[in-house]
T-cell receptor
Framework: DAGVIQSPRHEVTEMGQEVTLRCKPISGHDYLFWYRQTMMRGLELLIYFNNNVPIDDSGMPEDRFSAKMPNASFSTLKIQPSEPRDSAVYFC????????????FGNGTRLTVT | DQQVKQNSPSLSVQEGRISILNCDYTNSMFDYFLWYKKYPAEGPTFLISISSIKDKNEDGRFTVFLNKSAKHLSLHIVPSQPGDSAVYFCAAATYNQGGKLIFGQGTELSVKP
């Protein structure tokens, strides 16, 4: 089991540029979550998918953020255009079922927008 | 509005002593609670959980206590070891919200030899 794989590990970009973060969940997991970690707010849920379908995107900050899951083994989180306040660590997590099933997190993507 | 709060950003404990990490929540509908541990440059990893029908759950050196009337939970680590130094997040979920986890801000624990 390779775990949840995220890429890139680090991303530095200039304000206004498009940023795409990638995630490969654990094989067989039906749920995929995108979280953002900041010092002030801790871990915030942005969006989650069940069987590749977005279920709850109420945490997505604004229209600049979008997420897709074209198949069971791949998801992307896109920010366009990026802003300095988007700088954070973005985590992807997956689980085999929701509610009382622990999430398995990737190692995150540290995004810096200058 | 922060539904799950960890009011202590950091905690320092001597090796061998007890570490107590606290967490408060505001949503009375939460019925499942978890603690995650996070090392630098890694993702959070699941540590221990508790259902709202219980008030205590133990796993080795780790015990989680739940006080529903106070909307408070705590994680006890006994005895603390230097390898326990990490950021600890508490999280809560409610069945009718599809099980999405709401996390606190985290508490950084430092266990000194």
């Amino acid at each position: 089991d390779a775990g949840v794989i995220q890429s890139p590990r680090h991303e530095v970009t200039e304000m206004g540029q498009e940023v795409t973060l990638r995630c490969k969940p654990i094989s067989g997991h039906d749920y995929l979550f995108w979280y953002r970690q900041t010092m002030m707010r801790g871990l915030e849920l942005l969006i989650y998918f069940n069987n590749n379908v977005p279920i709850d995107d109420s945490g997505m900050p604004e229209d600049r953020f979008s997420a897709k899951m074209p198949n069971a083994s791949f998801s992307t989180l896109k920010i366009q255009p990026s802003e300095p306040r988007d700088s954070a660590v973005y985590f992807c997590a997956s689980s085999s079922r929701t509610y009382n099933s622990p999430l398995h997190f990737g190692n995150g993507t540290r995004l810096t927008v200058t | 509005d922060q539904q799950v709060k960890q009011n202590s950003p950091s905690l320092s404990v001597q090796e061998g002593r007890i570490s107590i990490l606290n967490c408060d929540y505001t949503n009375s509908m939460f019925d499942y609670f978890l603690w995650y541990k996070k090392y630098p440059a890694e993702g959070p990893t699941f540590l221990i959980s508790i259902s709202s029908i219980k008030d205590k759950n133990e796993d080795g050196r780790f015990t989680v206590f739940l006080n529903k009337s106070a909307k408070h939970l705590s994680l006890h680590i006994v005895p603390s070891q230097p390898g326990d130094s990490a950021v600890y997040f508490c999280a809560a979920a409610t069945y009718n919200q599809g099980g999405k986890l709401i996390f606190g801000q985290g508490t950084e624990l430092s266990v000194k030899p």
